[in-house]
């Protein structure tokens, strides 16, 4: 029979000992890099880190070292290469092959072939996935908190607006909406909670394990695992090539975080029905049908319910995965990405369009609950009796037998005569009626968590100022900071922000401008837009492209970051931008629960001034050991590092 002959296969990491070629079909049966090209940034920063580990052994030289760095640095800038249609194109087996090769092509295939000493694809793969991981986890937390935010401004929205609370899809108790509203911005603040938590045990570096056994090559693993962010080495090798516990939490935390957002999702269809109509859903958040015109369907909320059973589906496939392995690194694992990047990335989506619907929804006072609460008062009935010493079981009773009354006689409890009352209990007196109103019963309800306004507003405050402590800032008042002069002797405010991408070329071009006289490091192209979410910017309100200063905080681990990248124009010296901008880059390190924040400087006594200390340089291996080490002034550094310890 004759086969096609199909693509022509790349590099290969393996097959000296093999006189064939693998088959065709089986070849494209195994290979990832249709998918795990996602994993390039990390895997070029792993494979950095190596380079750097390397040259410390004396297994590469300093200008080796320096070239192969210089090599990943553009392999990171540029977007995988897409194999041609052609069928005798080269194909690539994984994201490893693919680097390599195209390390070979850059630095040589020598060169590029030493980046593999001492290493193996089992402990490369999975530091790709940790780093990755990582990083999703964090776009996620922020989605999460701008869904808090989006709850919290319709929570205040919805005012004083009261509605009928549900138990099994009964009418049973008054409450203000707000409060059911803010019960699912609490869910989500949960999920943020597994989130944090799964990243803090991800928070190890498998790299320098090898295949299994460990590595020959006399690494400091300590040092390697600082250099990309980690807090620590993995502590057994075989484990950590197997390891992807890490995995299953991220999809268990977005799994539980989708059946929130199928929750919420469910409340909101239900609450713009026509049926209930407490809430009505904007023309730019619904969408119509193609046969009846009077229709306005909630389509993104059915997709978001619909999509939590994607990603739990994930979570249970992937365990099944699991289930049945050996120790060590076993292909099957391969199986991991697949299921991680489409939960997390159906969880993303699905958080940013909650998030972007929940401003199109606007509550409907005139659906509110009757003042006479509609038949949902009978609780209020018992405790009314409870108040003049009936136990509750009697007084429950009581007015049970009160509600089947007013049932039978189509009214309700406030509108029951006295007499019938007091037929049933002679402890009704005149006042009873004060206590039949739905803004009562709720007020009444006013210890902690409970559904009176005052406790509402307070669970409101929290709620917000949580949403806020996490959220990236938009456009914000710095009032702190000196007014700009608009040159009509008046005063323009000052803004701060986050950057945004038509920033990029003017930032690019400060930081090209200081790094090229050896102020800054570089940070330019691919690397530069990869950091952008990490950049706050200062412009004036009446000319948003203009920057008067600009800096950001990178983050080494969840208990490490630094403020780099500062820049004040030099026209604006001297009116605290940078004092500004440091301020708040230090509150944003603190709502995340960061512990220290450094700076290297050759301004020490301005850091001073506003609490950093000084310490010496090898203090920080996860600065000098990922950037200073790649630094044409490493050895004449005259940089002081300063730390401000947060906790």
């Not at 049908?289 to 939590?308: C, F, H, T, W, Y």
């Not at 509402?456 to 009032?479: F, H, K, N, Y």
């Not at 950049?535 to 080494?556: E, M, N, T």
């Amino acid at each position: 029979m004759n086969r096609a002959k199909g693509p022509r296969p790349g590099p290969r990491l393996w097959g000296g000992g093999f006189s064939q070629r693998l088959d065709p079909v089986l070849e494209a049966f195994c290979e990832s890099f249709s998918f795990d090209h996602r994993l390039l940034r990390a895997d070029v920063a792993a494979n950095r880190a190596w380079v750097a580990a390397l040259a410390e052994a004396d297994l590469l030289s300093a200008q080796e070292a320096a070239r192969l760095d210089a090599a990943l640095r553009a392999v990171g800038d540029e977007p995988p290469r897409a194999a041609p249609a052609s069928p005798d194109a080269a194909t690539f087996e994984d994201v490893h092959s693919y680097v390599e090769a195209e390390l070979a092509r850059r630095a040589g295939a020598d060169l590029a072939g030493k980046l593999r000493t001492g290493r193996s694809r089992n402990d490369l793969v999975a530091t790709d996935l940790r780093l990755w991981c990582r990083e999703a986890i964090a776009a996620l937390r922020q989605a999460l908190a701008d869904c808090v935010g989006g709850l919290a401004g319709l929570a205040e929205r919805s005012g004083g607006l009261i509605v009928p609370g549900y138990t099994h899809l009964r009418r049973a108790q008054p409450i203000l909406l707000a409060h059911q509203i803010l019960a699912h911005a609490h869910r989500l603040m949960r999920d943020d909670e597994r989130f944090q938590e799964a990243a803090g045990r991800l928070d190890e570096c498998p790299l320098g394990s090898g295949a299994l056994a460990g590595t020959t090559v006399p690494v400091d693993r300590q040092r390697l695992a600082g250099r990309l962010g980690f807090a620590r080495p993995a502590s057994n090798s075989l484990d950590a090539v197997s390891d992807r516990d890490f995995v299953a939490d991220a999809l268990y935390a977005a799994a539980l975080a989708m059946v929130h957002l199928s929750q919420i999702a469910e409340d909101l269809i239900l609450a713009t029905a026509e049926e209930l109509g407490w809430l009505a859903l904007g023309d730019a958040a619904a969408t119509g049908s193609s046969l009846m015109p009077q229709k306005k369907n909630p389509d993104v909320l059915e997709l978001i319910r619909g999509k939590a059973g994607r990603v739990c589906g994930r979570l249970s496939g992937f365990l099944a995965t699991l289930k049945g392995l050996p120790a060590a690194y076993n292909r099957d694992l391969q199986e991991d990405k697949e299921p991680l990047f489409d939960a997390l990335d159906t969880t993303a989506a699905s958080l940013r369009a909650l998030a972007a619907l929940l401003a199109h929804l606007r509550p409907v006072p005139e659906r509110a609950l009757s003042d006479e609460g509609d038949g949902l008062l009978a609780t209020d009935l018992a405790d009314y009796l409870v108040a003049r010493g009936v136990p509750f079981a009697r007084a429950h009773g009581l007015a049970g037998e009160a509600a089947a009354r007013a049932r039978r006689d189509g009214t309700t409890l406030l509108r029951l005569p006295l007499e019938t009352l007091r037929s049933i209990s002679p402890l009704f007196g005149e006042d009873v009626s004060g206590w039949l109103s739905a803004p009562r019963s709720i007020a009444r309800r006013d210890r902690e968590g409970g559904t009176a306004p005052e406790r509402v507003a307070e669970d409101l405050g929290r709620v917000r100022s949580w949403a806020a402590a996490r959220r990236a800032p938009g456009e914000v008042e710095a009032p702190d900071d000196p007014a700009l002069p608009n040159g009509h002797g008046d005063v323009a405010p000052v803004r701060l922000r986050q950057a945004s991408e038509d920033d990029l070329p003017p930032i690019e071009s400060r930081i090209r401008y200081w790094s090229d006289r050896g102020v800054l490091l570089p940070l330019a192209g691919r690397e530069l837009h990869a950091a952008l979410p990490d950049f706050r910017v200062l412009s004036p309100s009446g000319d948003p492209s203009a920057l008067l200063a600009f800096g950001s905080l990178r983050r080494y681990s969840p208990r490490l970051a630094e403020i780099r990248s500062l820049v004040v124009d030099d026209a604006q010296r001297g009116r605290g931008f940078g004092r500004r901008l440091i301020d708040h880059l230090l509150d944003e390190a603190r709502a995340e629960g960061l512990r220290r924040v450094f700076v290297l400087t050759r301004a020490p006594e301005f850091f001073e001034r506003l609490g950093f200390a000084r310490v010496p340089r090898e203090s920080l291996p996860e600065k000098v050991f990922v950037d200073c080490s790649l630094c044409a002034r490493r050895d004449r550094c005259d940089e002081q590092a300063l730390v401000k310890d947060l906790a």
